[in-house]
């Protein structure tokens, strides 16, 4: 089966661009993948109760029927979606092909553009009662689940020593009655001006040396009320009072897919032109989370409207597009954006 454009993805990065192309009726195609990193089609969205910083939704929205919105909007506007998880891909010749789960020794399936929208899993510690109370007091967004009410005006725990852990701290602060943050060496990693924020904060407390070994609470469908800690060089263990746990000990970009084939940072995330969602391939796009390791919210993918411009220049006969935009980055010094960048819709 060839196609023009392949999205890989279930997520709103994925959905997004997947409308946008719908409507532009270049018919694509959108594997949204089969348990794909262990997460259910969606993507880390399924696992959030309530969505309340999300346009559109003044009394908020279940992370679940949120994504199911996205997806029957995305099938609404002509997008196949395909139930199947991509295990392979090959980007260094064309039309790109790619392979699904369990039909690898099958002919190729071709695409003349891909879209990478796989994102990106926050790391889990494994901790005793990690799985029984996760989204019941634990979480690894403060951002998106901070100021839920099951965590206001309540004692908060942050996991980690670098600046995420410590933005993610004071953010909480606001809505917290004290926030706790557990570092497992004797000093943070966080950049000097973090590390003073933090330390100085009158809401927070930092407790070096420690780490978690448990979270207890309230029966099976009851929530998180404490969280067992433990002195690694006394080897003391203590237990304090916690209604929230975050988790800030970073992500793992879902870009095995791609490895060695597109230009990746040092943890994985895919590498792609500032402004853009351009990667190293002409022809391959990035959006979400796979490429955005700062932010890392349901916000807008402008990736669509970028394989759309390819696809249609491709068809007119333009050179490498990657090139012929670089050249004009380098040329134009008054700053002309791409028209994407100039929509005031976007």
Request: hydrophobic share 35%; with cysteine.
């Amino acid at each position: 089966m060839h196609s023009k454009v392949v999205i890989i993805g279930s997520g709103p990065a994925a959905h997004t661009a997947a409308v946008y192309l719908s409507r532009a009726e270049l018919k694509p195609i959108l594997y949204e993948g089969m348990l794909a990193n262990g997460i259910a089609a969606g993507g880390q969205l399924t696992t959030t109760t309530d969505v309340e910083n999300y346009p559109g939704f003044p009394d908020g929205i279940g992370g679940q029927e949120l994504m199911d919105k996205m997806r029957a909007q995305s099938e609404r506007f002509g997008t196949q979606i395909i139930s199947e998880t991509i295990s392979k891909v090959d980007v260094t010749q064309r039309p790109f092909r790619y392979w699904t789960e369990y039909a690898e020794a099958e002919p190729p399936n071709t695409t003349d553009a891909l879209i990478i929208a796989t994102g990106a899993s926050a790391r889990r510690l494994g901790l005793p009662g990690e799985e029984q109370y996760w989204q019941k007091g634990i979480s690894a967004c403060a951002v998106c689940d901070g100021a839920v009410p099951i965590f206001r005006n309540r004692p908060l725990v942050v996991i980690g020593g670098g600046d995420s852990a410590a933005e993610e701290a004071i953010f909480l602060t606001k809505y917290g009655s004290q926030v706790t943050v557990l570092v497992r060496k004797d000093k943070l990693r966080a950049s000097k001006t973090m590390a003073s924020r933090l330390t100085s904060h009158p809401k927070v407390t930092i407790k070096y040396n420690t780490v978690a070994t448990e979270v207890k609470g309230v029966g099976d469908k009851g929530l998180m009320t404490h969280l067992r800690l433990k002195d690694v060089k006394t080897e003391e263990e203590t237990e304090l009072e916690a209604n929230g746990l975050f988790y800030a000990v970073g992500h793992e970009p879902a870009t095995q897919l791609v490895k060695g084939q597109i230009e990746t940072d040092s943890e994985g995330y895919i590498i792609t032109t500032p402004g853009t969602s351009y990667t190293s391939v002409e022809g391959v796009f990035a959006a979400g989370d796979v490429q955005d390791k700062r932010y890392r919210q349901a916000i807008t993918s402008a990736a669509a409207l970028e394989a759309e411009r390819y696809l249609a220049e491709k068809e007119e006969g333009v050179g490498n597009l990657l090139e012929k935009e670089n050249e004009a980055k380098k040329s134009d010094m008054n700053g002309n954006l791409p028209e994407y960048r100039s929509n005031p819709l976007l």
